[in-house]
């Protein structure tokens, strides 16, 4: 045994029961993971002390070649963007009285919208601009994926797997932020509304 | 060039910097991720996963903060997802084997074959032993006896307090001696390697 050894056989009861500061455990751990004489004795008082050596485990010679270049290969463009999206969800935060008021209003005119005039019409028509125009008779689905195209801001049609005839539409809020010397930007979301329609619903 | 500096420049999009960073904390996160796991490609993976993350939030890494802990995290985050993944198909982490570095594979090529011979033999033991073990014990016992880290490290990356952690490990560690000495009493009696 060479002093390293003497020094761990010194060190190690206090190591054993962790008393060590993290400089000192940390040359412990790894004299015992490559000495075999050492690690003995350790294990003798604890038998764990033979997984010592899988503190020094590396990456295996055979992933290496290959490890950076998949990685690389995976890279968005830039650092700091998210892979995937991030949850749709908007955060919610407190809404002044009016604004919430002006919600439920508009979810109410969006149901009607929506509802009434599949009980007359079911022709297409012109896919809506707004929001505001959705009664115009187009087919329930169509009319709704129409409009989430044509404002996307606004409503966005989320299929429900599995059940054809139910929909979910979550319709979001934004503040028009001011923007100095262009034109107002909105916000990020700052509430959400999931209506869940029922398309089968007989009125 | 220090860790620091690869930080900073990996932050602003220098690849170069952000390979070195790969290469400096490669073999950590990948035996993080197989002493969690317990299989070596879905440890590969894990690893090669964890940085892939890391270049997306290293915008958000504040450095004032140690950065192994904080990187660790992304790493046990993974690896547990993968374990679970894992359990949920029915495969176990002793099980299968370890085919390229198992007593009877590809190690006993390389140099230092018996080294390795018994490196892969005690992560097969281990990889058994730790299968009694709850996610949480596992991770726990990864980071403080084979990476050792502190206990309020530990508490940072698993989201608990440390106290918490001291807990796991008395389980952990209660649990793994128990297993080596129903299991592998040979080893016990005479340490070999």
Not at chain 2, 103 to 128: K, N, Y
């Amino acid at each position: 045994m060479g002093a390293g050894c003497d020094r761990v056989r010194d060190l190690l009861a206090d190591y054993l029961e962790d008393r060590l500061q993290a400089a000192e455990r940390g040359a412990v751990r790894l004299h015992l993971a490559a000495c075999r004489a050492c690690r003995r004795e350790a294990a003798a008082r604890d038998p764990l002390q033979i997984l010592a050596p899988l503190s020094v485990d590396e990456l295996p010679e055979r992933y290496r070649e290959g490890f950076w270049a998949e990685i690389q290969a995976k890279l968005p463009e830039r650092p700091g963007h998210a892979i995937g999206v991030a949850s749709r969800r908007a955060q919610w935060t407190r809404q002044p009285a009016r604004t919430a008021l002006l919600m439920g209003a508009a979810a109410a005119a969006l149901l009607a919208a929506l509802l009434v005039p599949r009980l007359f019409d079911r022709r297409a028509a012109e896919p809506p601009a707004t929001i505001a125009q959705a009664g115009a008779g187009i087919p329930f689905g169509q009319m709704a994926m129409e409009a989430s195209r044509r404002a996307p801001q606004t409503v966005e049609q989320v299929r429900t797997p599995g059940a054809r005839q139910v929909q979910v539409y979550s319709m979001k809020y934004y503040l028009a932020s001011a923007s100095s010397g262009g034109p107002a930007r909105p916000s990020p979301p700052v509430t959400e509304l999931v209506l869940i329609v029922d398309e089968g619903l007989d009125l | 060039m220090d860790e620091r500096s690869l930080i900073r420049l990996s932050r602003s999009g220098d690849r170069s910097a952000f390979e070195r960073l790969v290469l400096q904390k490669r073999d950590r996160a990948y035996r993080i991720a197989l002493n969690i796991v317990g299989d070596e490609d879905e440890a590969k993976d894990v690893a090669q996963s964890a940085f892939i993350r890391l270049w997306s939030v290293i915008a958000r890494y504040d450095e004032a903060l140690p950065f192994d802990p904080w990187f660790s995290r992304i790493v046990v985050n993974l690896a547990i997802d993968a374990y679970r993944r894992r359990q949920r198909i029915g495969a176990v982490p002793g099980g299968g084997g370890d085919p390229a570095g198992g007593p009877t594979g590809r190690a006993a090529a390389q140099p230092d074959a018996d080294v390795e011979l018994m490196r892969a033999e005690l992560r097969s033991v281990f990889r058994d032993v730790a299968s009694a073990l709850a996610p949480a014990q596992r991770v726990a016992f990864t980071l403080k006896e084979i990476e050792g880290m502190e206990t309020e490290e530990i508490a940072q990356v698993m989201g608990v307090k440390a106290s918490t952690v001291r807990n796991h490990l008395m389980q952990a560690r209660r649990i793994l001696r128990d297993e080596l000495r129903r299991r592998y009493p040979e080893y016990l009696k005479d340490v070999t390697w």
